[in-house]
């Protein structure tokens, strides 16, 4: 079996979730049904394959906390800069 991190994408409809997989450059859709129960868009998740199916999705809590507080930082540095337009009206 071979496991690679993956990231959802998006959820459809809420039965379907849109899980990219980097690693091998694929993107896979999933009933979501068959992910763990925390499972929203934006989380990471490691994907293990028994061949070409996949086996199994484990939710993986610590990299999707990591990328939630890395995009919350940049939002804030995105805030606290100066607002307005840099160009001048004549």
Do not use: C
Not at 11 to 33: H, R, T, W
Not at 55 to 64: D, F, I, K, P
Request: hydrophobic residues 35%; charged residues 35%; proline residues 1%.
């Amino acid at each position: 079996m071979e496991a690679h991190k993956g990231f959802v994408d998006r959820i459809e409809d809420g039965k379907y979730a849109v899980v990219l997989i980097e690693s091998i450059n694929k993107e896979f859709v999933i009933d979501s049904s068959d992910l763990p129960e925390n499972i929203e868009a934006g989380s990471w998740v490691y994907v293990t394959f028994q061949g070409e199916n996949i086996h199994s999705v484990e939710y993986e809590q610590a990299e999707t906390e990591k990328a939630k507080v890395r995009v919350s930082n940049k939002m804030e540095l995105l805030r606290k800069k100066k607002k307005g337009s840099s160009f001048r009206k004549s």
